[in-house]
């Protein structure tokens, strides 16, 4: 079982469409949860951080976690063309100094 | 602003060539990572490491060496490089504190033919 799962789409959404990407994971001491967009040929850009269970809203985008379900959600509000991407769930245990586990990335593709 | 600069960009190596990565950080951040990244297979951690002169593997660090001579700078060096080597190569950097937020590079196209 991997520790991150994350359905790699694609997924096509039309504009301005509400958009739902997810990411379970198995390692219930996770306490630490991110949101990494990446576009094509560019390195990953943090876009949202959460400690713990609950949600956090950043303008169109609000993460939310599940610890209970061990689930993770990023919610995008008024799709653009421009949110077309590859997005990254990131996880870890918290002060510690290997990195992160990351999902594999779901392609999200905005129809103008 | 640059953040976390890679050189180079882009590199073709044929088997059994050396190389080595360079990766610069202006955050004074003192944890550093190299990454790789696949299709199918996401980001892999390398080797990282938690300040200037230390360094430690990763989930793959086989045919790979590092060095942090100075807390700005982390290298990765590929003593005999393989085809199995093919990959995009990420640096990163981070605080190393709560929650450890980490902040990438753009990344460093590598061929090995």
């Known amino acids: 079982q991997k520790e991150v799962e994350q359905d790699p789409g694609p997924l096509s959404v039309p504009e301005g469409a509400i958009v739902s990407l997810n990411c379970t994971y198995s390692?219930?001491?996770?306490?630490?949860f991110m949101w990494y967009r990446q576009y094509s040929r560019k390195g990953p850009e943090l876009l949202m951080y959460?400690?713990?269970?609950g949600n956090k809203e950043d303008g169109r985008f609000t993460a939310q976690v599940d610890k209970s379900s061990k689930y993770i959600s990023l919610f995008i509000r008024d799709s653009q063309p421009s949110d077309s991407a590859t997005y990254l769930c990131?996880?870890?245990?918290?002060?510690?100094?290997?990195?992160?586990?990351f999902g594999k990335g779901t392609h999200l593709i905005i129809q103008p | 602003n640059a953040g976390v600069t890679q050189t180079p960009k882009f590199r073709v190596l044929k088997t059994g060539q050396s190389m080595t990565l360079l990766c610069a950080q202006d955050?004074?951040?003192?944890?550093m990572y190299w990454y790789r990244q696949d299709p199918g297979m996401g980001l892999r951690l390398i080797h990282y490491?938690?300040?200037?002169?230390?360094?430690a593997k990763g989930e793959v660090p086989d045919g790979y060496n590092v060095s942090r001579l100075k807390k700005q700078n982390f290298l990765l060096g590929l003593e005999s490089a393989a085809p199995s080597q093919t990959s995009v190569y990420f640096c990163?950097?981070?605080?190393?504190?709560?929650?450890?937020?980490?902040?990438f590079g753009e990344g460093s196209w590598l061929t090995v033919v």
């Open positions: 990163a950097s981070s605080t190393g504190v709560s929650g450890n937020t980490i902040y």
């Open positions: 390692n219930s001491a996770f306490q630490y």
């Open positions: 959460t400690y713990s269970s």
């Open positions: 990131a996880m870890n245990l918290g002060g510690g100094a290997d990195g992160l586990t």
């Open positions: 955050m004074n951040h003192e944890y």
């Open positions: 490491s938690v300040g200037e002169g230390t360094t």
